[in-house]
C-alpha cells in the first residue's frame, strides 16, 4: 500500500502564511503582510541583517531615489564644469580664466548638491526608516520563527486542502453578515483563526512523514517492512481524512453563510421597498383626484361639443 501522489496539488498556492493565533495581532499583521519575506519553519532562524532604509516600499523607493538622482545630477555638473578646463590644459598648455573659473564653481554646485542630498536622504531615514538597523518585519520573521509556516513547509496534498481552509475564512471575513456585525465577530474570528492555525499544524506533519516514508520507500524489505508499511500508509490516510473533514466542515459553514447572505440582501431590499410604500400610497390618493379632474373635464368637452353643434344648426 502506498501514498497517493499528490500531483494533484502541485500548483496549490497559499492565500498567505499560516501564524499561530497566540502572537500579538500587531506581529500578525507584519508576519502576513504582502512582501514580508519569511523564512520556513524546516529550515534555520534567519540571520540578523542590518537595513537602516524603510520597509514600506513606496517610501524606500523615493528615498533611494532621490539620492541617486542628487548624486548623479552632482556627478554630471561636475564633469560637464570641468571639461572646459581639460580642454585648455590639452590644447593651450594651459586654461584660460573662464575655464578655470567654470570649472570652480562647478566643482562649488556639485559639492553643495551632493551635501544637500546627504543631507535630506539622512533627514529621510530618520523620518521613516528605523534607527536600530531592524526592520520590524524582519524582526518578527526571526522572533516568531516556528511559529508561522509557509508553503515550502508543505506538500502538494497539504497546500491544497489549506488552502481549501484559507478560502473558507476569507470567505467568511468578506461576507455581509459578518462584516455588519450580524454574527459575533471576536469569537468568530478567533475560532476560525484557531482553526486555521490547526489545520496548518496537522497538514505540515502529514507533509512531513508523507516525505519520510517516500525516502524510505525504495529500501528493499520483506514482508514485515510492507506491512508495517502498509499499517502506516494507512493511519496517515485517516488522519488526512480527518483534516479533511474539517476542511469540509468549513466549506460548509460558508455555504450557510452565503445563504445568509443572500437572505440578508433580500431583506435590505424589501426594508429598501418598504420605504416607498408610503409614497405608493400617496400616489393612489392622487389617482382618486385623478377621476375627479377626469369628470371635470370631460363635463367641459361636453359643453364644447355643444356650443360647435349649436352653432353649425
Known amino acids: 500500500m502506498k501514498d497517493q501522489p499528490d500531483a494533484a496539488g502541485l500548483g496549490a498556492m497559499l492565500r498567505r502564511p499560516a501564524v499561530d493565533p497566540d502572537i500579538p495581532r500587531r506581529d500578525r499583521a ?32 523615493v528615498i533611494i531615489d532621490g539620492a541617486v538622482i542628487g548624486l548623479v545630477t552632482a556627478g554630471f555638473i561636475a564633469v560637464g564644469g570641468t571639461v572646459p578646463l581639460a580642454i585648455g590644459v590639452l ?16 566643482l562649488l554646485l556639485a559639492q553643495l548638491i551632493a551635501v544637500v542630498t546627504a543631507v535630506v536622504f539622512g533627514v529621510r531615514v530618520v523620518r521613516f526608516g528605523q534607527l536600530d ?34 478560502d473558507a475564512v476569507d470567505a467568511v471575513a468578506s461576507s455581509a453578515v459578518y462584516r455588519d456585525g450580524l454574527v459575533d465577530q471576536p469569537a468568530v474570528n478567533a475560532s476560525l483563526t484557531e482553526q486555521e492555525w490547526d489545520i496548518a499544524q496537522a497538514l505540515r506533519e ?28 494507512q493511519a496517515a490516510r485517516a488522519a488526512e481524512d480527518s483534516v479533511t473533514s474539517r ?31 408610503g409614497r405608493h400610497l400617496d400616489m393612489q390618493a392622487r389617482s382618486a383626484a385623478d377621476q ?3 369628470t371635470e373635464i370631460e363635463a367641459m368637452a361636453r359643453h364644447a361639443r355643444a356650443i360647435r353643434r349649436a352653432l353649425r344648426d
Open 91 to 106: 590644447v593651450f598648455s594651459g586654461p584660460a580664466g573662464w575655464q578655470s573659473a567654470s570649472s570652480h564653481y562647478a
Open 30 to 61: 507584519l508576519l502576513t503582510a504582502p512582501g514580508t519575506f519569511l523564512t520556513p519553519a524546516h529550515q534555520d532562524r534567519p540571520a540578523w541583517h542590518r537595513d537602516f532604509l524603510p520597509a514600506e516600499p513606496g517610501k524606500r523607493g
Open 206 to 233: 502529514q507533509a512531513g512523514l508523507r516525505a519520510e516514508r517516500a525516502g524510505l520507500a525504495g529500501l528493499a524489505g520483506g514482508p514485515q517492512t510492507a506491512q508495517l508499511l502498509g499499517r502506516q500508509v
Open 292 to 294: 375627479y379632474h377626469l
Open 133 to 166: 538597523g531592524v526592520a520590524p518585519a524582519e524582526a518578527a520573521a526571526r522572533t516568531y520563527h516556528g511559529r508561522y509556516l509557509t508553503g515550502e513547509d508543505f506538500d502538494g496534498r497539504a497546500r491544497a486542502l489549506l488552502r481549501r481552509a484559507q
Open 247 to 277: 476542511v469540509e466542515a468549513l466549506e460548509r459553514y460558508v455555504a450557510e453563510v452565503r445563504a445568509a447572505d443572500a437572505a440578508y440582501r433580500d431583506w435590505q431590499q424589501a426594508a429598501a421597498l418598504a420605504g416607498l410604500s
